[in-house]
Nanobody
Framework: LVQLVESGGGSVQAGGSLRLSCVVS????????KNWYRQAPGKEREFVSS???????SYSDSVKGRFTISQDNAKNTIYLRMNSLKPEDTAMYYC???????????WGQGTQVTVSS
């Protein structure tokens, strides 16, 4: 029904920037929030940011003011612009989409972000 494929991860130095992309197949089914999560080694997956169908956004306190989520309906793509990256931002980043009633959360395979000091 829904498939998500992330890209754009990589290795950067602290203070650098990256833009993650997530192409969504079955975009029309993602009627609820679209999200970015991350998981660092040995830690639980944590919420990073979300955007709803009206474009309203939310962010975790740890990334607020540095990361920006956006979506391009024409390209079926979710973006996460990450500025002023810190070593603690190092993690596997996953996009997700809530689809169906009741909503079910679909996940991508993840893209690795590594920030060196």
């Amino acid at each position: 029904l829904v498939q998500l494929v992330e890209s754009g991860g990589g290795s950067v130095q602290a203070g650098g920037s990256l833009r993650l992309s997530c192409v969504v197949s079955g975009w029309i089914y993602c009627m609820w929030d679209k999200n970015w999560y991350r998981q660092a080694p040995g830690k639980e997956r944590e919420f990073v940011s979300s955007i709803d169908s009206d474009g309203r956004t939310s962010y975790s306190d740890s990334v607020k003011g540095r990361f920006t989520i956006s979506q391009d309906n024409a390209k079926n793509t979710i973006y996460l612009r990450m500025n002023s990256l810190k070593p603690e931002d190092t993690a596997m980043y996953y996009c997700s989409c809530d689809a169906g009633t009741p909503p079910y959360r679909y996940w991508g395979q993840g893209t690795q972000v590594t920030v060196s000091s």
